[in-house]
């Protein structure tokens, strides 16, 4: 008896083939660069046409992954901005961007108005490769590092899938310009050339001149939310302990909670919606002012003969930060809450510190390194007493 034989499956697609190969293989580590060059050339050599829309829709697939296992899009960003090249943020910056296009506005999480925000095309332009390999490996290392990011604690929905909380009192205008600021004053200290410091200083200085919210202000407006949530804020490397320290004096300092990971370059501060608006202006603020105030500091030891040095830096950052933290302490300890609301600020410190935990099970504490240059230390305690911390402060000049 004759027995009809099934035909043959379809060979697979070249995007298909190309995964296989550089993403799903459990390749030696040694073989990894091979596998992406072999994957990489199966994508060159297919239709352009067919071959990107498939990576566009499988790329969007990639996002959803991460937004389900707690990631947002100024996470993702900060980390491939991290771990991989600029034309990867922009390539990244497009895929979220047409990804997100498929929500309505009302679907999306609070706080993601201002991230999606900073992703417009004027602020990230796209890139153009030089040509198709060198666009395939770009987009296969992107996707390598999109497929193994690990699940986070979610601070927000998914998108679409609850509608989107009110945003609090802080607009998403203002928020996509502190992201700004940040920005600014991490490339003024990571560069190795004093005279681009100071101008990204004076840059960063200038918009945060232009920026006149007042923490306190916020703070004090009605409508804080029935229950503690939580966000990410960015901490930008170099000096990121320092930077982590500063954060978590200020968010003590607003009834709130911050758990740094470091791994990620962010922490999550936790409390109630004005307060963390509240920690998020004044964070920047005091980068800002500290940041100048080094600035400064180290226009000095040129002076005298010094060069600069990523040990004066480190220094004068921890130290600001610590006296910072002091100042901020003391200040709140001095505040007495009239007797009717002692009952309403107690639970609500208890609601934020329950949340966190649960949240953030297990915790560690970090060890401060780097303090070792003296001069630097005493210039970080002097811009600490010199820095606007409460709700008199004056517009940053």
């Given at each position: 008896m004759n027995q009809q034989t099934p035909p043959p499956p379809p060979p697979p697609s070249p995007v298909d083939a190309a995964f296989a190969t550089a993403l799903y293989a459990r390749a030696p580590r040694k073989g990894v660069d091979a596998a992406l060059d072999t994957a990489a050339s199966l994508l060159a050599a297919a239709p352009a046409a067919a071959a990107d829309a498939e990576l566009t829709r499988r790329g969007e697939g990639f996002?959803?992954?991460a937004w389900e296992r707690g990631w947002q899009p100024a996470d993702v960003v900060r980390l491939v901005r991290?771990?991989?090249?600029?034309?990867h943020v922009r390539t990244v910056a497009a895929l979220i961007r047409s990804e997100a296009e498929r929500y309505p506005s009302a679907a999306l999480p609070a706080r993601w108005a201002a991230q999606l925000a900073e992703l417009a095309p004027d602020a990230v332009p796209p890139w153009r490769a030089p040509d198709r390999f060198s666009y395939a490996t770009a987009v296969l290392e992107l996707y390598r590092l999109l497929l193994h990011l690990p699940s986070i604690e979610p601070v927000g929905p998914v998108p679409g899938e609850a509608p989107a909380a009110p945003r609090g009192p802080l607009p998403a205008g203002e928020s996509r310009t502190l992201t700004r600021i940040r920005a600014l004053l991490a490339k003024a200290e990571a560069t190795d050339y004093p005279e681009e410091a100071e101008a990204l200083s004076a840059k960063a200085q200038e918009l945060a001149a232009r920026y006149s919210v007042d923490p306190a202000a916020l703070a004090e407006q009605a409508g804080g939310g029935a229950a503690p949530?939580?966000?990410r804020i960015g901490v930008d490397p170099p000096y990121e302990t320092a930077k982590a320290i500063l954060l978590d004096a200020v968010a003590e300092a607003n009834r709130c909670r911050a758990v740094w990971s470091d791994d990620f370059g962010f922490s999550t501060v936790v409390g109630f919606a004005s307060d963390l608006d509240a920690v998020e202006v004044l964070y920047t603020s005091l980068l800002v002012q500290g940041n100048a105030a080094m600035t400064?500091?180290?226009?000095?030891q040129r002076a005298g003969g010094r060069k600069r040095t990523k040990t004066f830096r480190q220094s004068f950052l921890t130290a600001y930060a610590a006296r910072v933290g002091e100042r901020l302490t003391a200040a709140a300890a001095a505040v007495a809450a009239p007797d009717d609301l002692l009952p309403v600020l107690a639970t609500r410190e208890v609601a934020v510190t329950a949340t966190t935990e649960a949240m953030?099970?297990?915790?560690?504490?970090?060890?401060?390194r780097g303090v070792s240059d003296e001069a630097g230390w005493t210039e970080g305690r002097a811009a600490a007493d010199d820095a606007r911390v409460g709700p008199d402060r004056r517009p940053l000049k």
């Amino acid at each position: 008896m004759n027995q009809q034989t099934p035909p043959p499956p379809p060979p697979p697609s070249p995007v298909d083939a190309a995964f296989a190969t550089a993403l799903y293989a459990r390749a030696p580590r040694k073989g990894v660069d091979a596998a992406l060059d072999t994957a990489a050339s199966l994508l060159a050599a297919a239709p352009a046409a067919a071959a990107d829309a498939e990576l566009t829709r499988r790329g969007e697939g990639f996002l959803r992954g991460a937004w389900e296992r707690g990631w947002q899009p100024a996470d993702v960003v900060r980390l491939v901005r991290r771990d991989l090249d600029d034309h990867h943020v922009r390539t990244v910056a497009a895929l979220i961007r047409s990804e997100a296009e498929r929500y309505p506005s009302a679907a999306l999480p609070a706080r993601w108005a201002a991230q999606l925000a900073e992703l417009a095309p004027d602020a990230v332009p796209p890139w153009r490769a030089p040509d198709r390999f060198s666009y395939a490996t770009a987009v296969l290392e992107l996707y390598r590092l999109l497929l193994h990011l690990p699940s986070i604690e979610p601070v927000g929905p998914v998108p679409g899938e609850a509608p989107a909380a009110p945003r609090g009192p802080l607009p998403a205008g203002e928020s996509r310009t502190l992201t700004r600021i940040r920005a600014l004053l991490a490339k003024a200290e990571a560069t190795d050339y004093p005279e681009e410091a100071e101008a990204l200083s004076a840059k960063a200085q200038e918009l945060a001149a232009r920026y006149s919210v007042d923490p306190a202000a916020l703070a004090e407006q009605a409508g804080g939310g029935a229950a503690p949530v939580a966000c990410r804020i960015g901490v930008d490397p170099p000096y990121e302990t320092a930077k982590a320290i500063l954060l978590d004096a200020v968010a003590e300092a607003n009834r709130c909670r911050a758990v740094w990971s470091d791994d990620f370059g962010f922490s999550t501060v936790v409390g109630f919606a004005s307060d963390l608006d509240a920690v998020e202006v004044l964070y920047t603020s005091l980068l800002v002012q500290g940041n100048a105030a080094m600035t400064r500091a180290e226009a000095a030891q040129r002076a005298g003969g010094r060069k600069r040095t990523k040990t004066f830096r480190q220094s004068f950052l921890t130290a600001y930060a610590a006296r910072v933290g002091e100042r901020l302490t003391a200040a709140a300890a001095a505040v007495a809450a009239p007797d009717d609301l002692l009952p309403v600020l107690a639970t609500r410190e208890v609601a934020v510190t329950a949340t966190t935990e649960a949240m953030f099970p297990r915790t560690t504490s970090t060890r401060v390194r780097g303090v070792s240059d003296e001069a630097g230390w005493t210039e970080g305690r002097a811009a600490a007493d010199d820095a606007r911390v409460g709700p008199d402060r004056r517009p940053l000049k």
